[in-house]
């Protein structure tokens, strides 16, 4: 432990600012600027020093000063031929190449080339793409001129000029060229940047900020796995609590709700009780190459034809409809969502639309199937109208099945057209027609959740402006709702809409928590082709005021009386009082740029017009520092935005060497939604070491629950086999539902909230800072129960003794209810154990979260 206090102090020093720890520096040095094509030119910029401009040393190497944020993560956020200006002013300006394709090329600007400003793709060649940008200053004129080539069709060069980096003059072919980057040899081979002669300081600030990323990421990636080593001679830990009973903070009374994305099938084939895939055959190949309108849907027998028409539907927006022709005894099955899963003696409540074209006289006979033919339960349609007319049945199975299917069937020859072919269990969740999946739903109910964020993240605002997540879409009979594309790679039948949302937030007693797109599409899109004009293009601001009343209608079809034209809707769809919605997310993991700010306050502005009693949530980009960071908080300080939404994922080390990260924030600035967060490990699996990481995070955010007002992990669902993101909270097939190890730390932690946090003393027998940091603790008063509740996180492998003036506040402190959650690092099957103790005298379990609940004297 000494060596690591004095490695620490000595990087304190060295980070302090102070004027030198030599004497003989340099006044000036030169610096390398460049990028590679290593991790297929993901890893951005990097920096080389040198004094001789022949031994060079790169700053890492391999360390990012700017990364590109272009495109989708994986297939591009790329940066290409990075080229660095200084401009007469100091300030550092950087373009790049994004791709071969787009006609856009990338700006950031730094003072120090350690901290940049918001990165910005200007649409300059709109047939044509951007390679090997340069920029050139003008200073008779004080104009900039970024140039460069492209190679669609003939190669030629362009050049546009600017003042600001933000308006730009329509690109102009030229032949001459801005002079050409370096070539420096570095220890890794030959690369291509540009030179520049630097003082000293700035060489320095470039390595020290390199060495303090190094550091805290060393830190960050401790693992349990090491604990061996780690605490080879740990014993006989002992720790004491005093607590300050009178030293309390009122705290949120929504601190753990839950976060419903539509992703590794959630919805559909998930919560969403509907058994019948593709009912409205709406599947496409736009949505993956291998599906289409029959997808999941098959001819009976031989003799029975299946086409997909659309001609005179039952809506517009459910435009393909099935014609089947057979013989008697012919029709079509539909295999569900991986089979139907079916229990005995329960109904299942069946409809679908059916007319017969012909007039003829058409009888349906419609059967559940096992997986060898047998019929389970069936019932029967007699004669089809010529018109679209929607039947409504009821079936019982006979038999508990987990791969049935639904088979139609003509009981004469002739032709049928079907469509919305729909099959839900009776027992919904709280028995609601067009319902949820009752153990499904049930098993997030027992987290006992205080909100509800909803429909998603990047669901919400799409894979490019076409895919927006419109909630006007999502309402109103099934036959009329507008499905769409998933940005995960699915279809969204939209039969989960937003009525549905707000229905389940009542039936869960917990706030509802919209969140639309903030004008712009998922910062996972692009421009151009690779998703239909996406990322950072924006809404049309021709198109931005339609957009706003869309979500001020919102607010009206949650909270309008019946007599308002949204809230009559909302009672037509069968609840006539309002949901009372108070808060609503704008944005998600956006890229906090010009375009975006722009319609951001535009829609903020609105709603503070229009609805003060909305409390809007803002988005802080999707990690806890970097450029979005900064700019989403400095957004909410300008804008006075009451809340702003954080995200990151981090590994368990994060969690233990940033227990302070809430401490630090003010007061008096917006209040923080931790919209989504998780501990990852490499195996991206939840286990004991990232179930307690996240528990011990849990206990820093109790203690400082005055400014982080809600949280909720992400994401929550995954139907196993179908997972675009690991890990989940809860994992479900179309039988089972299996929570995981970090679900009980969820459900702990919701079941056992209070409203004020009462401050207490930690000391321990042992000196060393990493036995302290991982021993957690909070203290809350639950004062609608009167009782305490004491949360103690161990991740230790070794048992911590305990001692406390705890007792002195309890009723009966020798029989005291207490559950503990424990296992190996490794566990993905731990599950809490409920027990008793004695105030006076228990111990902390290797590797454990207690959570001990009491009566308070009085």
């Not at 020093?49 to 591009?76: C, I, M, N, Q, R």
């Not at 039936?507 to 004009?533: F, K, R, W």
């Not at 004020?756 to 042992?766: C, E, T, V």
Request: aromatic share 12%; net charge negative.
């Amino acid at each position: 432990m000494r060596k690591v206090v004095i490695s620490f102090f000595v990087l304190c020093l060295f980070f302090s600012g102070q004027s030198s720890l030599f004497a003989n520096e340099p006044d000036s040095a030169y610096i390398f600027v460049y990028g590679t094509a290593k991790n297929n030119y993901h890893n951005g910029l990097h920096v080389a020093w040198s004094l001789d401009k022949h031994t060079w040393h790169p700053v890492g190497p391999e360390h990012s000063f700017v990364k590109s944020d272009y495109g989708p993560w994986g297939a591009e956020k790329k940066m290409f031929d990075p080229f660095l200006f200084r401009a007469p002013d100091g300030t550092w300006h950087c373009v790049w190449s994004l791709n071969n394709e787009d006609g856009a090329f990338a700006h950031a600007s730094s003072s120090d080339l350690v901290t940049w400003s918001r990165q910005s793709y200007p649409l300059v060649l709109s047939n044509g793409n951007c390679l090997e940008p340069m920029i050139a200053y003008d200073d008779t004129n004080d104009v900039y001129t970024i140039s460069w080539t492209s190679n669609k069709g003939q190669k030629q060069a362009y050049f546009v000029t600017t003042k600001d980096f933000k308006h730009y003059s329509a690109a102009k072919k030229t032949t001459s060229f801005l002079p050409k980057k370096e070539k420096v040899t570095l220890p890794d081979g030959e690369q291509s940047g540009t030179l520049h002669k630097v003082a000293w300081h700035t060489v320095d600030n470039i390595i020290k900020a390199q060495q303090l990323a190094a550091y805290k990421a060393k830190l960050n990636s401790e693992r349990m796995t090491d604990d061996g080593q780690r605490f080879h001679d740990l014993k006989d830990v002992k720790a004491t609590i005093n607590v300050r009973k009178d030293d309390t903070r009122q705290i949120s009374d929504l601190l753990v709700g839950i976060f419903f994305e539509d992703i590794n099938y959630a919805a559909d084939g998930g919560l969403y009780a509907e058994l019948i895939q593709n009912r409205g055959f709406e599947y496409a190949p736009d949505i993956r190459k291998e599906w289409n309108s029959l997808t999941a849907w098959n001819a009976y027998d031989a003799h029975s034809k299946l086409s997909i028409d659309t001609v005179s539907p039952i809506h517009i927006n459910n435009k393909h409809y099935v014609t089947l022709e057979a013989t008697a005894g012919g029709g079509l099955a539909n295999e569900g969502f991986g089979g139907i899963a079916v229990r005995a003696n329960e109904k299942y409540n069946l409809s679908l639309f059916a007319r017969a074209p012909d007039a003829n006289t058409v009888n349906l006979q419609i059967r559940l199937e096992d997986a060898n033919g047998k019929a389970i339960g069936q019932t029967t349609i007699k004669g089809l109208s010529k018109t679209w007319k929607k039947h409504e049945l009821t079936l019982t199975s006979s038999a508990t099945v987990k791969n049935a299917r639904l088979v139609i069937q003509l009981q004469q020859a002739g032709k049928v057209n079907l469509d919305m072919v729909s099959l839900f269990p009776e027992n919904t969740f709280r028995n609601h027609k067009n319902g949820l999946r009752a153990d499904l739903a049930q098993t997030i109910a027992d987290m006992k959740p205080r909100f509800v964020r909803f429909p998603g993240g990047c669901v919400a605002h799409g894979n490019g402006i076409d895919n927006i997540y419109h909630w006007k879409h999502t309402i109103g009979p099934l036959e009329a709702r507008k499905h769409q594309r998933n940005i995960w790679g699915y279809h969204q039948s939209y039969g989960l809409g937003y009525f549905e949302y707000f229905q389940f937030c009542e039936d869960l007693g917990a706030e509802p928590i919209p969140v639309v797109a903030a004008g712009v599409p998922c910062q996972n899109s692009a421009h151009n082709g690779h998703a239909l004009a996406g990322q950072q293009c924006g809404i049309p601001m021709e198109e931005m005021g339609d957009y706003v009343q869309d979500i001020l209608d919102l607010i009206e079809y949650a909270n309008g009386g019946v007599n308002t034209v949204w809230g009559k809707k909302r009672a037509e769809a069968g609840h006539p009082e309002p949901f009372n919605l108070k808060y609503i997310g704008v944005g998600n993991e956006d890229l906090i740029t010009d375009i975006f700010e722009e319609r951001f306050t535009m829609i903020y502005n609105a709603i503070k017009e229009k609805h003060p009693e909305i409390h809007v949530i803002g988005t802080a980009g999707p990690f806890y520092e970097g450029t979005d960071y900064i700019e989403g908080w400095k957004l909410a300080s300008t804008l006075q935005i009451p809340y702003m939404d954080e995200h990151y994922y981090n590994p368990p080390g994060w969690y233990i060497h940033n227990q302070d990260f809430y401490d630090k924030y003010d007061r008096s600035n917006a209040k923080v939604y931790l919209g989504e967060y998780a501990a990852h490990i490499p195996s991206r699996a939840s286990t004991i070491e990232t179930a307690l990481a996240e528990a011990l995070h849990l206990c820093n955010i109790e203690r400082n629950g005055d400014i982080v007002a809600m949280t909720s992990y992400a994401p929550l669902l995954a139907k196993t086999g179908n997972t675009q993101w690991n890990p989940d909270l809860i994992y479900f097939d179309n039988t089972e539902v299996n929570p995981t190890v970090g679900y009980y730390v969820q459900q702990l932690f919701g079941q056992h909230a209070g409203n004020a946090y009462i401050f207490s003393d930690l000391q321990l027998n042992n000196s060393d800072d990493n036995v302290r940091k991982r021993i957690g603790k909070s203290i809350v008063r639950d004062e609608v129960s009167g009782d305490i509740i004491l949360k103690l996180v161990n991740l230790l492998p070794v048992e911590v003794a305990m001692a406390s003036d705890i007792s002195e506040l309890a009723v009966d402190s020798e029989n005291v209810k207490a559950t503990i959650l424990s296992g190996t690092p490794a566990d993905k099957d731990a599950k809490p154990i409920d027990t008793k103790i004695d105030l006076n005298n228990f111990k902390l379990q290797p590797y454990s979260l207690t959570v001990i609940r009491f009566k308070e004297k009085k």
